[in-house]
């Protein structure tokens, strides 16, 4: 059974995440340029420095917890419908503007979260290097767009 703490944790970590994009790109996320939200947010996923690794690490322990817990796995599934929605919306504006091939943003925005997580996970094991994994990460992206 996880503390009553992981929550707590998982949140504070989520915010510390938030504000760290947010000084990436500089200005408030609604009113920044989608391709530098999207890959703000993606590359963050991708771990570079001890938080994080730590953030990625709370992050992948909550996911591997809703492989047993029901509870928790609905409350992941709500979480990533969100954030997938997010990043369908950062594609769809550029789309829009003529700049994302035409398609369904949802399925790319799918895809390229979790080869963010997925990648992440195997940085955090050791198995591909940080600059590795952003590297794929950013040409990802790249492809997206037209």
């Given at each position: 059974m996880p503390s009553p703490d992981r929550p707590r944790i998982f949140v504070?970590?989520?915010?510390?995440s938030s504000a760290r994009i947010r000084a990436k790109v500089g200005e408030e996320l609604e009113e920044a340029d989608p391709r530098a939200v999207l890959t703000a947010?993606?590359?963050?996923?991708?771990p570079y420095d001890a938080a994080t690794r730590l953030h990625?690490?709370?992050?992948?322990?909550f996911t591997a917890l809703a492989l047993s817990d029901a509870a928790i796995a609905d409350r992941l599934r709500a979480e990533y419908v969100t954030f997938h929605e997010q990043i369908a919306g950062l594609l769809?504006?550029?789309q829009a503007a003529g700049r994302v091939a035409p398609g369904d943003v949802r399925e790319t925005a799918m895809e390229l979260v979790a080869l963010a997580e997925g990648l992440?996970?195997?940085?955090l094991i050791g198995l591909v290097s940080t600059d590795c994994a952003r590297e794929r990460v950013l040409a990802a992206i790249a492809d997206a767009y037209v």
């Open positions: 504070s970590q989520e915010t510390q947010v993606l590359t963050e996923l991708v990625m690490r709370v992050r992948q322990s769809r504006k550029e992440a996970y195997y940085v």
